[in-house]
């Protein structure tokens, strides 16, 4: 074991020589990061499989404050020194932080301007993956698929690319490499390339640290993308179907580290739908380690999951029912019936589990106001029925992503929106042991835009965050941009994106 100056305890020995150096860069803090598996997984490939040296560094800020370069957690120097600067980007709404991370360390923003000593900035994950489009004049190489099969050959061909020091050259090599997208010089992303879970190790932890969601916890992959296809979930559309890691896989990883820790999280899309989740479940169990879950489905809930979770000492559950009818919950592709979230309330009372948070979103296509009354109803009914459980209910507006059934369909507008949250709200209004958040839907309203935005979107970003990252400098930015306010762009349908 290695133990880190920051109180981090790291499960391999970093390599301090390699012919490349890599800084990999998070863009959110280093809590979010640290939480996600991507990084991870892409740490321990590039260090333990591709002999570079990487270093990892966090975006904390997205003020505007363009005035301090990013600067690597092991080395503190700024990313603008490494050879390749490589971004792991989970979610849309971190965009604007790349763009700050690159211009305040002095990177030129464009790849086709970049010049010849400066790294080569290459990106990847699920959000990239899924439309590279809206930063792709800012990579280098953005990988469409999935790490295992991608980095190494990507990163030999970075290696020669930074002898050779010549960019248009660099990006010839690069674009030979499966998977691999070049933007400057290909019209359409590749095909995915997905790994085989056969042959990889499941992504895991190699850091643990107390300052992340889950403290001190070995995360382990149980699958990689879902079976169902929610019309709505561009990762259920495009990662397709499921595949399951096996039980000695899993549990070979959990006994190779399980000194080091006393907690392990199984992550996957959905985690109770592994056909071994009850056999995974109660081996780590048995095994003395506590256990908790990122997802379940409530129509594909085995029992022993629960029991074994209840076992280990959890004492919450996640449910994902999106919205309060089985009329809508059908036509958004994820029919879940009324009766299976009762089930796993159920479940969760009968092995003496606490809370329970609920996932819900407004702004549905096809949704009418009774759908969203419908909500407080269901979780009256709930309450009322489960006397010892507390729910904490969280909301979002409705995002169309692309790659899914509703990408044409277009977000709501802004009072519409406004008008369904507060209608939500009434319908949750007095019920005794009940927590609403609700996401913010400008917040949301940038998710659409940088999901179904095109390659136009880096220059809104560089533009508001000129003006100070503020929501209003988005409406600014996108009608200078864009040519139509930024509400209209995400309303409207995009046929010819298609
Ligand atoms: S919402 Fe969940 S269950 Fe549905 S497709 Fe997406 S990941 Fe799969």
Same mark, same amino acid.
């Given at each position: 074991m290695h133990v880190h100056s920051t109180g981090e305890r790291w499960l391999f020995r970093p390599r301090q020589s390699g012919r490349l150096r890599v800084a990999l860069v998070y863009p959110n803090s280093y809590f979010v990061g640290m939480s996600n598996l991507g990084i991870h997984a892409v740490l321990r490939l590039t260090d333990d499989e591709c002999a570079a040296i990487c270093e990892r560094a966090f975006v904390e800020v997205s003020s505007g404050d363009l005035s301090k370069p990013i600067t690597t957690l092991e080395s503190n120097r700024s990313i603008s020194s490494f050879d390749v600067v490589a971004f792991s980007v989970s979610f849309e709404g971190d965009y604007p932080n790349i763009v700050h991370a690159l211009l305040s360390s002095g990177i030129t923003l464009r790849a086709r301007e970049r010049k010849p000593l400066e790294?080569?900035?290459i990106g990847g994950g699920a959000a990239l993956t899924i439309n590279p489009e809206p930063l792709a004049d800012l990579f280098d190489a953005i990988v469409i698929g999935e790490a295992e099969v991608i980095m190494p050959q990507l990163l030999q061909a970075l290696e020669r690319a930074i002898t050779a020091r010549d960019r248009m050259q660099a990006w010839e090599e690069l674009a030979q490499v499966q998977g691999v997208y070049v933007p400057?010089?290909?019209s359409y992303p590749p095909t995915i390339a997905f790994a085989d879970t056969r042959y990889i190790e499941p992504a895991h932890s190699?850091? +643990?640290t107390s300052s992340t969601e889950f403290a001190d916890t070995f +995360?382990?992959?149980?699958?990689r993308g879902c079976s169902f296809k929610c019309h709505y979930c561009a990762y259920g559309n495009r990662y397709h179907p499921a *595949? @399951?890691?096996r039980y000695e896989q899993v549990l070979d990883l959990v006994r190779r580290y399980r000194k080091m820790f006393a907690s392990v999280g199984l992550v996957s899309a959905v985690v109770s739908a592994h056909p071994e989740i009850e056999r995974i479940a109660w081996a780590i169990v048995e095994d003395g380690l506590r256990l908790s879950i990122s997802s379940v489905r409530?129509?594909?809930l085995p029992e022993g999951l629960i029991a074994a979770l209840s076992r280990s000492g959890s004492i919450s559950m996640t449910i994902a029912p999106e919205t309060g009818t089985e009329r809508l919950r059908a036509a958004i592709g994820k029919p879940i019936k009324d009766e299976d979230i009762f089930r796993g309330a159920a479940l969760a009372e009968k092995y003496g589990m606490r809370y329970i948070k609920l996932y819900f979103m407004f702004g549905l296509p096809n949704e009418s106001d009774e759908d969203i009354i419908a909500i407080g109803e269901l979780v009256r009914s709930l309450v009322m *029925?489960?006397? *010892? +459980? @507390?729910?904490?209910i969280s909301a979002c507006a409705f995002v169309p992503k692309r790659h899914t059934k509703f990408e044409l369909l277009g977000m709501a507008a802004g009072s519409e929106l406004e008008r369904k949250r507060k209608l939500l709200v009434k319908s949750l209004k007095g019920i005794e042991r009940v927590k609403l958040s609700v996401e913010s839907i400008r917040m949301s309203q940038l998710q659409a835009l940088f999901s179904i935005g095109d390659r136009r979107m880096l220059s809104v970003i560089e533009k508001a965050i000129a003006d100070g990252n503020s929501f209003s400098a988005y409406r600014k930015a996108a009608v200078e941009i864009l040519g139509c306010a930024f509400e209209e762009f995400i309303s409207q349908r995009h046929p010819e994106m298609k």
């Open positions: 790294p080569f900035v400057q010089m290909m190699v850091i +643990l +995360l382990i992959e149980v699958a *595949r @399951h890691f409530a129509d594909v *029925r489960f006397k *010892r +459980l @507390h729910f904490t």
